[in-house]
């Protein structure tokens, strides 16, 4: 395991026991990722805070949502997120899911800002999830942020955030990887979108010294490929 990371988990195993209600979600989540990943790792180099957290990583593909539940998942935590109103409207039983409509109206905006803390500040533990570019993006682009995610940090600023940094070798092997880093959020090294940015490039150049050691035979790629190469910047 590299310097400074504290744990490693296996996003394709099974979820942590529980409930019916709260297994089924990322039971689902990881048949999605079994379906269409060879293999997907989480590093955590942070400290894991008690109670709930704010997660802020880029947005890439379709992927990220069974991703961010098994992730969750892994670290003993409840899923929410935003998502777009056509996707609810699509699929209104992804209410349930912990999915909040995250509408472009100002007063319905601060509606969102308010369930979300309150979301948050509720019994449990919950992370929730924020793409704030509101698009799928390249990871090596610069993470141009909309400005509903500052609104949340100022609107929570006792909640801890948590930057992830998530590789996909897609389009490099017919059955891709997924590999995250997860690293806390510092006010002092800079921006939110600086920083985030720095997690996303380190965590796509790492996946591919990383990803040898963390695969295991049952997931190992076809023809001897051990890893995918590394994404040019």
């Known amino acids: 395991m590299p310097d400074g990371f504290s744990a ?3 996003l394709l195993r099974a979820p942590r026991d529980g409930p019916p209600c709260r297994v089924l979600r990322p039971m689902l989540a ?3 990722l079994r379906c269409t990943l060879s293999s997907g790792w989480l590093l955590v180099g942070a400290d894991v805070p008690d109670g709930s957290c704010i997660v802020v990583a880029p947005h890439q593909t379709g992927l990220d949502i069974p991703v961010a539940v098994s992730v969750s998942d892994a670290l003993a935590k409840d899923f929410a997120t935003w998502a777009h109103p056509e996707v609810l409207r699509r699929a209104p039983f992804l209410r349930r899911a912990g999915l909040l409509e995250a ?9 969102l800002i308010a369930e979300s803390r309150r979301l948050l500040r509720s019994s449990g533990e919950r992370a929730l999830w924020v793409f704030p570019q509101g698009m799928f993006g390249h990871r090596s682009a610069n993470v ?3 400005p509903g995610i500052r609104l949340l940090l100022r609107a ?16 490099r092997t017919p059955r891709p990887h997924c590999f995250i880093e997860l690293t806390g959020y510092r006010a002092e090294r800079g921006s939110l979108a600086t920083q985030l940015a720095a997690v996303n490039l380190d965590a796509g150049c790492r996946a ?6 963390l695969l295991t035979p049952h997931f190992r790629p076809q023809g001897g490929r051990t890893s995918p190469e590394r994404r040019r910047s």
């Open 30 to 32: 990881r048949l999605a």
């Open 144 to 146: 141009a942020f909309q």
């Open 103 to 111: 509408v472009s109206g100002p007063q319905q905006f601060q509606t």
């Open 156 to 171: 929570c600023p006792e909640v801890p955030v948590l930057l992830a940094g998530i590789d996909y070798s897609l389009f």
């Open 8 to 10: 490693r988990h296996d």
């Open 208 to 213: 591919g010294s990383e990803l040898p050691h």
